[in-house]
């Protein structure tokens, strides 16, 4: 795995947005009307440009999180990962995001205590390749996704009312359509580190449990249903899609995080196999 | 496309303005009004707001004159002093101190995403200035109507919280949300 392959593959996460997503967005445009419209307008020529320009589409450029599947060399993972970020803040560049939460203090290089984020998450679907995922979240997002810690005998119903009362109180903060992450089961933090992870899946792939996929669909309607709009101005599309990830938890919890992501759902996937490096998206 | 396209495409109203900006053209937008600004752009976002209400509390002076000009909550990405990406941040936060910074500075606009509450609302109505909105996370279509940094304040804050001072040609689409007579787009 090559520093350089990183840099490059970062730098393609904050300039071209997943097709995908685009797509979400390009069919939002026939759902809206006046001002709406024009702001979906906005968004799309934004992507375009962005892309034509090889220029981040959002100052945001985010916090990076990185999914890795690795057979060994954990460690010299994240010294590239990190080495991959501090040559991306100023290459790139990236905004220089991270700080000292209690002084406040910026060393300008995305990186500091607890970063790079990195998850190691088994092993490679062909023993020593490298799988590698990564999202790029800004905080506008961040700062209004959620975590609950709901009484088990609220059920399914009460999963569904804690999603559309996140997006609800995000309202216009997030920039919407939002993407909506949802993490069901685990403990507090699985149920946040579930929620984020669905976001990886791409908007095109049904869940495979046929029942999710079915509750995906109605939450996008509940959540519709709310009339924010793009940029919170009001119309139909609020979110272009609901990913819902799940995992067993305590027989007395129901935790269930909501992870609300802007328009801008930057992610890419990549592949090592030997000296072979591509990028997936 | 020229105002009159955007106009009938959108079923908006188009106002093209230049900076700095006369009290008689703020109170004529309404909301839903679509701005297309030119002239300058004084990036404040939080410690921006912070600083200048210490200085002013004090009876200071800031080190730029705010009066009839256009603030914007954006935290610009840069390169050196060339600016990259620079769409609006969330300007709720800056909720608690907007009041003030109108009063205190006479400045007239605000562009940044989201909208703001009641306190801001009042100084608007009270001070004549507008509260403007432009899309999220459209930030290389902001930086592409920024022609140039004219000047940098408090750098010490960091690149995302300085103030920068810039030129910009026809930047928009800004949507009016908060206007001048109390009026506000989105029903809370």
């Known amino acids: 795995m090559r520093v350089e392959d990183l840099v490059e593959a970062i730098r393609f996460l904050e300039t071209e947005l997943p097709p995908d997503v685009e797509g979400r967005l390009r069919g939002a445009l026939g759902r809206e009307s006046g001002i709406s419209r024009m702001v979906i307008e906005a968004i799309l020529e934004n992507v375009r440009y962005a892309k034509e320009k090889g220029v981040p589409m959002c100052q945001d450029t985010g916090i990076l999180e990185f999914f890795v599947r690795c057979s060994n060399g954990h460690e010299e993972i994240r010294d590239k990962i990190a080495e991959a970020l501090r040559r991306a803040t100023r290459e790139v560049p990236l905004r220089a995001n991270t700080v000292n939460p209690f002084t406040r203090e910026n060393e300008g290089t ?61 309202g216009a903060k997030p920039c919407p359509p939002v993407v909506v992450g949802v993490g069901v089961g685990g403990n507090l933090e699985r149920s946040a580190h579930l929620a984020k992870k669905a976001l990886l899946r791409p908007l095109s792939e049904k869940n495979p449990n046929r029942n999710l996929a079915e509750l995906e669909e109605e939450l996008v309607g509940k959540v519709n249903a709310l009339g924010i709009g793009p940029m919170g101005l009001g119309g139909e599309t609020t979110t272009i899609g609901v990913l819902l990830e799940w995992g067993h938890c305590h027989t007395a919890s129901l935790p269930v995080s909501v992870n609300i992501q802007c328009w801008a759902l930057r992610r890419i996937s990549l592949e090592w196999q030997g000296k072979n490096f591509r990028i997936l998206r | 496309m020229d105002g009159r396209e955007l106009s009938l495409k959108f079923n908006v109203n188009v106002r093209r303005l230049r900076t700095p900006l006369r009290e008689e053209e703020i109170r004529s937008l309404r909301v839903g009004d679509v701005v297309y600004l030119s002239g300058t752009l004084y990036t404040m976002r939080d410690m ?80 004549g200035a507008v509260y403007m909105e432009f899309p999220g996370g459209a930030g290389a279509l902001a930086a592409r109507a920024i022609n140039r940094v004219k000047e940098v304040h408090w750098r010490d804050l960091g690149d995302p919280e300085a103030v920068w001072l810039m030129e910009v040609e026809e930047f928009g689409p800004c949507v009016v949300t908060m206007d001048s007579s109390g009026e506000v787009f989105r029903k809370r």
């Open chain 1, 110 to 170: 995305n990186l500091g205590r607890c970063h790079p984020i990195v998850h190691f998450e088994g092993r490679p679907l062909n023993e020593g390749d490298i799988e590698m995922d990564i999202i790029a979240k800004g905080a506008g997002s961040e700062n209004v996704s959620a975590s609950f810690m709901l009484d088990p005998m609220l059920g399914v119903e009460g999963i569904k009312n804690a999603v559309v009362q996140a997006v609800q109180k995000a």
């Open chain 2, 48 to 127: 921006a707001h912070v600083r200048a209400l210490e200085v002013l509390r004090r009876g200071g002076k800031l080190p730029f004159d705010l009066r009839g000009e256009v603030i914007y909550h954006c935290g610009p990405l840069l390169k050196g002093e060339e600016v990259i990406s620079a769409g609006p941040t969330t300007s709720m936060r800056m909720e608690g101190m907007e009041a003030e910074l109108i009063r205190l500075t006479g400045l007239r606009g605000i562009i940044g995403k989201g909208g703001m509450g009641e306190k801001t609302a009042e100084a608007l109505k009270k001070f």
